[in-house]
């Protein structure tokens, strides 16, 4: 039987943004349920509101209405301080752009979510360099963001996004930026991980490659999450 603490469960999520006098229905009843270890890729086409599903999934926006229930817990009763403490903790982002800070080392890049995160940041160090050598990068941890190539770059980032032990992994286009070659590579080291550390992953993508390597794979349309035929 599934434990709730550690499942991911959304029912009737809706979001509708608000312009002037208009409003914009974009997410219209999300219904989805994960446990830890289960991996989902989510396509739609552009607009359909994919990022704005996972962006209230990693607690960065609120839903209009609906029940988010995240390892046992409601984020969206947090207060500011509380959700970001919770962010931290539990979500890992992986973002289209590295965001890396270009002045910073690869190995203070992935150091970085551990400054305010006391509890992780004892023994930080070493599970950053454990972490980019399980990413295959133990030579180029004390190189700059632009001193090696963009698929490393995203590797540096999926490090930065796993060095809090999150259990939910979310990544937003993550190889949208890379090649053929690494757009596999990053997808097969994404499910590698996720079975590893026995986290919920879930990436948006526009790149059915991407999309078929994932076990579970659901479209976004008219506002729904449709499951897609593996
Ligand atoms: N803060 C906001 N205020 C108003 N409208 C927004 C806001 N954020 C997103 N939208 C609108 O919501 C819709 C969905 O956006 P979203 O970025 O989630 O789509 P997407 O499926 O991720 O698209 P893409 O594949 O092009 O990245 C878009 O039409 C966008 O203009």
Do not use: W
Not at 4 to 33: C, H, M, W, Y
Not at 101 to 128: G, H, K, W
Request: with cysteine.
């Amino acid at each position: 039987m599934n434990n709730s603490n550690d499942q991911l469960i959304v029912r009737e999520l809706t979001k509708t943004f608000s312009i002037a006098t208009e409003s914009l229905p974009i997410l219209a009843g999300v219904d989805l349920e994960l446990s830890r270890g289960d991996a989902l890729a989510i396509t739609g086409p552009s607009g359909s509101g994919k990022s704005t599903l996972l962006y209230i999934l990693g607690v960065l926006d609120q839903p209009t209405s609906g029940e988010v229930i995240q390892f046992g817990q409601n984020p969206f009763v947090l207060n500011a301080k509380e959700q970001a403490e919770y962010r931290n903790h539990n979500v890992g982002f992986i973002f289209q752009d590295h965001h890396l800070m270009p002045q910073f080392s690869v190995l203070e890049n992935v150091l970085i979510p551990t400054m305010v995160n006391q509890e992780a940041a004892n023994d930080a160090e070493e599970r950053a360099r454990h972490l980019l050598e399980r990413v295959g990068l133990q030579d180029r941890m004390h190189h700059r963001p632009a001193q090696i190539s963009g698929g490393e770059r995203q590797r540096v980032a999926v490090c930065r996004a796993l060095i809090n032990n999150p259990r939910l992994l979310l990544a937003d286009e993550p190889t949208g930026n890379l090649d053929r070659t690494n757009t596999e590579s990053i997808g097969k080291l994404l499910l590698e991980i996720n079975q590893e550390q026995n986290t919920i992953l879930i990436c948006v993508t526009h790149s059915s490659e991407l999309a078929a390597l994932f076990p579970q794979h659901q479209r976004l349309r008219d506002g729904l999450l449709v499951t897609e035929s593996v």
